[in-house]
Each structure stands twice: as C-alpha cells, then as structure tokens.
C-alpha cells in the first residue's frame, strides 16, 4: 500500500472543495493506497484566512510530501498552492499523477468491495 499526497483546490469555495477533497481520499482508498490531504487537516488546527497560519500549513505539507510515495492530483483546476506541491513533488523525484474529476465519477466504487479485509460491507 502506498501512500498517496493528495492535492486538490480549497481556497475560494471551502466548503464545495472540501467534499471533493474527500471524494479524492476515497478514491485512493477505492485504488487501494492510504492517503494524506493536509489541506484537510491543517486548517482544523490553523486559521486558513491568516497569511502566516497558511503559509505554516503550506510548508507543513510539502515537508509530508517528501515522505509519500506519489502525489495525485484531482480534478480540472490547478491552484497556485497545487502548483506549488507539483513542482516539489517534481524537485523530490516523486511521481505525479493527474485524476480528472470524470475518471473520479468512473471508477467510483465502495472501498470494501475493493478489499476482502475490509470488513465493512456498503
């Protein structure tokens, strides 16, 4: 099991980008990899509307990075901070992936169908 950065937009419209992060968190757990979204950890702890707190997170994250195997990038936009992430990804020699939102759509499937030690059935 790898374990997969995910990034994807969240600044502008948070709450709709925070649903579509999860939908990302599940589909890397429907391809059978665990995953790690800071942009959906740090701003629990870090007050996203402060340029400091958002830079902390910013740099937490990328620090994370190096320590995932791959970094999947969902959906049809590329953020600045998404940007940021890719070009480090690069720099680090990780391997970047592109998911466009309609392959999210398309390979959509419960994550215990998936994997029989799962044990929670949907």
């Not at 959906?40 to 707190?53: A, F, I, M, R, T």
Request: overall charge negative.
């Amino acid at each position: 099991m790898n374990l997969i950065y995910v990034a994807s937009p969240y600044a502008g419209d948070i709450e709709r980008n925070t649903e579509f992060a999860k939908k990302a968190c599940w589909f890397v757990m429907n391809e059978g990899h665990a995953f790690f979204a800071p942009h959906l950890l740090y701003p629990q702890v870090l007050n996203e509307h402060d340029s400091d707190d958002r830079r902390l997170g910013l740099d937490m994250g990328k620090e994370a990075l190096a320590h995932c195997d791959e970094l999947w990038v969902f959906g049809d936009t590329i953020s600045r901070g998404m940007q940021s992430e890719i070009d480090t990804a690069r720099k680090l020699g990780i391997l970047v992936k592109y998911v466009a939102a309609q392959e999210m759509i398309e390979k959509e499937r419960p994550f215990a169908e998936r994997h029989s030690f799962c044990s929670i059935r949907m």
